[in-house]
């Protein structure tokens, strides 16, 4: 028993030996931790984070914060969203070319991203940077910003409505869509309903006052033509009265489709104005591999209306997901 005893004490001794050794010596070797090195330490976890964040937002999903109201009420200015990046094919890099995108095309009534067909660029490296800074914060900070302050609009968010094929016109605030190979314009709310879309895209302009918006692109016409406006049809002043107050056009888009109408009919040997009122009657066709995007707001957007069909390969993403302010989080893949 007593040897028994003996080969117990002797392990137990050995095995707290050998623990109070392993304990000295990492005392005795433990690096000396300085200011400098801890500032090391926290920058390379931040660049790694950054780095990770990048990635994340560039080839799987992205968090974007609505700038502007040209989708309210869909998405007001603040909400926060859930942006796709794979469904459409993964950028290489920012604005560069797409892998993975065949056969995956832009459906009918999607809220998509992509890039502002007129961005005006600060140089690539302020691009870059602000990019890498607006990516890396998860969208909560953006120093890319117009002169008066407000954000500089590098992504637009709208609403897919015209497609390949497809002409689509605008007539005092209506939207009208010919089908491709059709004849017949239909109007966008009979068009939506027929295909069972959702209600999102709204107007806020009453009917009656189109008359005096008319009226005032009319008298601009000719203002610009240089005519006296004291001998302008009686009826343009008095369709003008309806408007008269208002400081700013309440559809911009009829206000100069009646001044580009005015000026090709004061003068029809100016031919680019006569093209561009031509334009405005026949609509915006949509070429293959394009879409036409449009604000829900129709009243307060600026959108294909203006800078025409955007190529797919410039749609970088989809809206899945509004998950701020927390009262109006919803799924909007099927929107």
């Known amino acids: ?18 623990g109070k050794a392993r304990r000295l010596l990492a005392a005795t070797t433990k690096v000396k931790r300085t200011f400098w090195g801890e500032v090391r330490g926290w920058a390379d976890a931040l660049v790694f984070a950054v780095f990770a964040v990048l990635l994340i937002n560039q080839y799987l999903f992205q968090l974007f914060v609505i700038p502007s109201p040209s989708m ?6 603040g909400d926060r969203v859930f942006v796709s990046k794979t469904i459409y094919g993964i950028e290489v890099y920012p604005g560069g070319p797409k892998v993975r995108s ?19 660029s600060r140089g690539p490296i302020f691009d870059i940077l602000s990019q890498i800074l607006y990516m890396g914060t998860f969208s909560l900070v953006n ?38 190979g059709g004849n017949e314009w239909i109007e966008e709310k009979k068009f ?48 003008y009265a309806l408007v008269a107050q208002d400081n700013y056009p309440d559809d911009v888009y009829a206000f100069e489709e009646s001044q580009k109408r005015t000026e090709s009919l004061l003068d029809p040997s100016a031919f680019e104005t006569r093209s561009q009122w031509a334009s405005y009657e026949r609509g915006i066709y949509v070429p ?9 707001n129709r009243d307060n957007s600026r959108d294909g209306r203006y800078f025409g069909p955007v190529s797919q390969k410039k749609i ?8 701020w302010p927390l009262g109006r989080i919803a799924y909007l893949g099927n929107k």
């Open 143 to 180: 120093i890319d910003r117009k002169d008066d302050g407000s954000i500089a609009e590098r992504l637009y968010v709208k609403r897919a409505v015209g497609l390949p094929g497809e002409t689509v016109r605008f007539t005092d605030g209506k939207v009208l869509i010919r089908a491709a």
């Open 288 to 296: 293959e591999n394009h879409i036409l995007p449009l604000g829900d």
């Open 102 to 120: 065949a056969n995956r095309q832009v459906s009918r009534d999607q809220i998509i991203t992509f890039y502002n067909p007129e961005y005006v």
């Open 72 to 77: 309210v009420s869909t998405l007001n200015v």
């Open 192 to 239: 939506r309903s027929d295909l069972g879309l959702v209600n999102g895209p709204h107007r806020s302009v009453d009917d009656t006052l189109y008359p005096g918006i008319r009226a005032w692109g009319a008298l601009y016409g000719y203002q610009e033509a240089g005519l006296d406006l004291q001998n302008v049809p009686t009826y343009l002043k008095n369709d």
């Open 316 to 323: 970088n993403g989809s809206v899945r997901l509004r998950f």
């Open 1 to 18: 028993m007593q040897r028994l005893f003996d080969v117990v004490e002797h392990k137990a001794v050995k095995i707290l030996t050998k």
